[in-house]
């Protein structure tokens, strides 16, 4: 606007007349109009990372602030059905004598109270405790050899020989040995501060991640221990694989029937246990085959570990890491030949 007043006062300086010099004496008016900038600041608000669960992949509310914690549970007929079983994060079964299989359930994210039938602890127990990062142990007990071992690792001692001794009670229902109970909440309890947060055991997909190339559809896989036959199928809607133990579904007390979200059949060799002769011990510190069944499809691959202290990895045969489901897994630990596909 400045600039168009300063012109009409020229012109009118120019015209002549009575009033030229009125308009000459004058002074043009200048209007200057002053323009705030306004900035305006904006915060982009990031989600923070949701907590995982590190033994199931699956998102908490809040970080698990307590050990892993291992309970030895009887897999005999006479021990079913069991407390806990669908409440463990993950689960490995394992060979014992008379090619009858023993459970070594592991718990972080969920109780169980009560737990059991609670049976004694063997020498393969030891590889499997050892990546936990001084995990809490719960058993029965065992031979004086066993127990004698079991002071020397590193994890935090609850089973039924130690100071927990009264926190396992007899179940009247059932006959010993296959009804001594415990509770994780009060072996937690008891353990306070003790023992160390585990690390992440398994790998496990993203939301919308692909599955390797070579996986491949599949119903279920059949397992026959010598003793013990299992198999697993899976299920579209309970997108699980459904557990049946020697022809019958294998469900826990509240009648609710196994279906983890994975199942990995992890072929080792047996050896003689020190402590027992009489005992096989699973070697799982070397490499061998695996199969892996997640999300309906089976991927056969490799396991390996270098040190009793590391992990077991899972691999697709050229040395990709297998990613499962988040949520629940259960290990098989059968002698190469033990397992055949289904469908």
């Not at 020229?10 to 209007?31: H, K, Q, R, V, W």
């Not at 291992?70 to 669908?86: C, F, H, L, S, T």
């Not at 396992?168 to 501060?193: D, I, M, Q, V």
């Not at 990613?323 to 629940?328: M, N, Q, V």
């Amino acid at each position: 606007m400045a600039v168009p007043l300063v012109a009409v006062g020229i012109l009118a300086a120019c015209s002549g007349g009575g009033s030229d010099d009125a308009a000459a004496e004058t002074e043009p008016t200048t209007t200057t109009t002053s323009t705030t900038t306004t900035v305006v600041e904006t915060t982009t608000t990031t989600e923070p990372p949701a907590l995982i669960a590190p033994l199931t992949g699956l998102p908490v509310p809040a970080t698990i602030d307590r050990p892993a914690l291992m309970v030895k549970i009887d897999a005999d007929e006479r021990a079913r059905p069991q407390w806990g079983i669908n409440q463990a994060d993950i689960v490995y079964e394992e060979i014992v004598e008379a090619q009858l299989t023993r459970l070594a359930v592991i718990f972080h994210s969920e109780d169980s109270d009560p737990v059991g039938p609670t049976r004694s602890a063997r020498t393969t127990d030891f590889g499997l405790l050892a990546p936990l990062n001084t995990p809490m142990f719960a058993n029965s007990g065992g031979n004086s050899n066993v127990v004698n071992a079991i002071s020397g690792l590193d994890v935090v001692n609850v089973n039924h020989g130690s100071a927990a001794g009264n926190l396992y009670f007899r179940e009247n229902s059932r006959f010993a040995p296959h009804n001594l109970l415990t509770n994780t909440s009060e072996l937690y309890a008891l353990a306070g501060a003790e023992g160390g947060l585990p690390p992440q055991l398994l790998t496990y997909r993203a939301e919308g991640e692909d599955l390797p190339l070579d996986a491949r559809p599949v119903q279920g896989v059949d397992l026959a221990y010598g003793g013990t036959d299992v198999t697993y199928t899976w299920d579209p809607v309970e997108q699980g694989w459904l557990r049946t133990q020697n022809g019958e579904p294998h469900v826990d007390t509240d009648g609710v029937q196994v279906a983890p979200a994975n199942v990995i059949v992890q072929f080792v060799d047996y050896g003689r246990s020190p402590a027992d002769p009489r005992s096989p011990e699973a070697i799982t510190v070397g490499e061998g085959e695996a199969w892996v069944f997640t999300d309906g499809h089976v991927i056969q691959g490799r396991w390996e570990r270098a040190v009793a202290e590391e992990p077991i990895v899972y691999t697709t045969n050229d040395g990709t890491v297998i990613g499962l489901t988040p949520g629940k897994t259960w290990v098989a630990l059968p002698r190469t030949g033990q397992a055949t596909l289904v469908g």
